[in-house]
């Protein structure tokens, strides 16, 4: 199976909220594991072709939010791509400016002009908060809570190579070939369970905490809150936005 990167390194801005102290003081206490993508089949969104696996991920959350709290929406392939475009001048005719993508630059667009959903012109992200991702118990809140993680990896080139789940190999090779964005979507005791080029698989925690340079929170009003305007676990997201204000 081919597989492309395509994250750009990480762009700083003190203007970002940061989420792990409101997910503490909201008492959130999840359980030992919790695998929010269960049952659900992804797609690699054209990520075995393009560099645009901040929009495949974007995809992934965008099924799992709207499997669980509403109804399933799969945004095709070209709709995926159209956001890659949208966000950094990608031309999907001629696959032309194929560079890869800032996350934050893809977060900020999201929430301000939004990107493809089915059903209505926009999907607008309500917000987004960095994610202090060595801070294991607050990534398993923020998972429990939200729906899952927006992260950012730096790709060794071993795991290019592997296609079941993702541990921590000493005598692999560890040159970085690039960086990758993927979501976070259920976690173990072993570690994560990460979307990244079509599929779930788990990733340790010693792993993550080696190769993982960005994570955020994401908070969705559209897509992650039920027609009760609560989350399927009954949570108050504006609650959270809130809390989250510094």
Not at 57 to 67: H, K, P
Not at 128 to 150: E, N, P, S
Not at 166 to 193: K, M, N, Q, S
Request: contains cysteine.
């Amino acid at each position: 199976m081919q597989k492309k990167l395509g994250k750009l390194p990480p762009k700083h801005d003190p203007r970002t909220y940061k989420l792990t102290a409101p997910i503490k003081r909201t008492q959130i206490t999840p359980p030992a594991e919790w695998d929010w993508s269960k049952g659900i089949h992804y797609d690699m969104s054209g990520n075995s072709v393009y560099g645009c696996c901040a929009f495949a991920s974007r995809t992934a959350m965008l099924l799992t939010w709207t499997t669980l709290a509403q109804s399933s929406i799969r945004l095709t392939t070209p709709e995926t791509l159209a956001d890659y475009a949208q966000c950094t001048g990608f031309d999907p005719q001629t696959g032309a400016n194929d560079n890869g993508t800032i996350l934050l630059d893809a977060l900020n667009m999201w929430r301000r002009e939004g990107f493809n959903r089915h059903g209505q012109t926009r999907d607008y992200l309500t917000a987004y908060a960095d994610l202090d991702h060595k801070d294991h118990d607050a990534v398993r809140r923020c998972i429990y809570a939200l729906g899952g993680v927006y992260l950012g990896i730096q790709v060794p080139r071993f795991l290019m190579e592997t296609d079941g789940d993702w541990a921590y190999e000493p005598g692999a090779d560890w040159t970085v070939v690039g960086g990758h964005c993927i979501a976070a979507l259920g976690y173990d005791a072993f570690g994560p369970r990460v979307f990244s080029w079509g599929g779930t698989r788990r990733m340790s925690w010693q792993l993550w905490d080696v190769i993982v340079d960005e994570a955020y929170g994401l908070i969705s009003r559209e897509d992650w809150l039920t027609r009760h305007g609560k989350t399927t676990l009954g949570l108050d997201i504006p609650q959270l936005i809130e809390a989250s204000k510094p």
